[in-house]
């Protein structure tokens, strides 16, 4: 085969895988941008904030990350974890011994009349409800910022194609129309060469 259609048929081949690239990392760009937009807007929305730093207690001040942001509002995914995971579940732990909303719940319908188990029972219903949602929130972040990463990847392959591409349509240019692509043959010798190697 012609050298110049072999190098006509992969620049049209890594032109075509660079369009692909092109198409797939303005997706995961469209894909990032909804998350992001979304999970601020929306955060945003519900005006939570960390407290500020001086009035922590001493265990919110043992949670690095609400250390981090006090005194800020939880407008990103990375907010909404910390908020969920060391603020929220930190004041859950300290209600009935750390009981959850369940274990709380069972208790309380066997003590209807216990006015206190059936406070906590709606505070715990609160954080983990909350928390939950926090959690949700940061899980579609996640996801976006994954999108993110997939979108670097796509478009930094298709500027690697592209150069590549660019520079097999040049060598077609200078590749004289009647050369032929060389491969080199296997001869007598060589095949002596290779009998020796598998008998040896």
């Not at 085969?1 to 995961?28: E, P």
């Not at 990032?32 to 929305?45: G, I, K, P, S």
Request: aromatic share 12%; no cysteine; proline share 3%.
């Amino acid at each position: 085969m012609q050298r110049r259609k072999i190098d006509l048929l992969a620049s049209a081949a890594g032109l075509v895988a660079t369009i692909v690239l092109v198409v797939a990392g303005t997706y995961f760009y469209q894909r990032y941008d909804f998350a992001q937009t979304n999970v601020h807007d929306q955060l945003v929305a519900h005006h939570i904030f960390f407290p500020d730093k001086a009035d922590l207690s001493a265990e919110e001040l043992a949670q690095p990350g609400v250390v981090k942001y006090a005194g800020t509002q939880v407008d990103s995914g990375a907010k909404a974890e910390v908020y969920a995971n060391q603020f929220i579940a930190l004041h859950l732990a300290g209600i009935a011994d750390g009981k959850t909303y369940s274990e709380l719940s069972a208790a309380s319908r066997a003590n209807p009349d216990d006015t206190q188990l059936a406070a906590q029972v709606q505070t715990a219903f609160r954080g983990e409800t909350l928390r939950g949602l926090l959690l949700t929130t940061y899980g579609f972040w996640k996801l976006g910022q994954e999108a993110r990463l997939m979108m670097v990847i796509s478009f930094a392959g298709a500027g690697f194609l592209f150069v590549f591409t660019g520079m097999g349509f040049y060598h077609a240019t200078r590749t004289r129309k009647d050369e032929e692509f060389v491969t080199v043959p296997v001869g007598p010798p060589a095949e002596r060469i290779v009998k020796d190697l598998i008998h040896a």
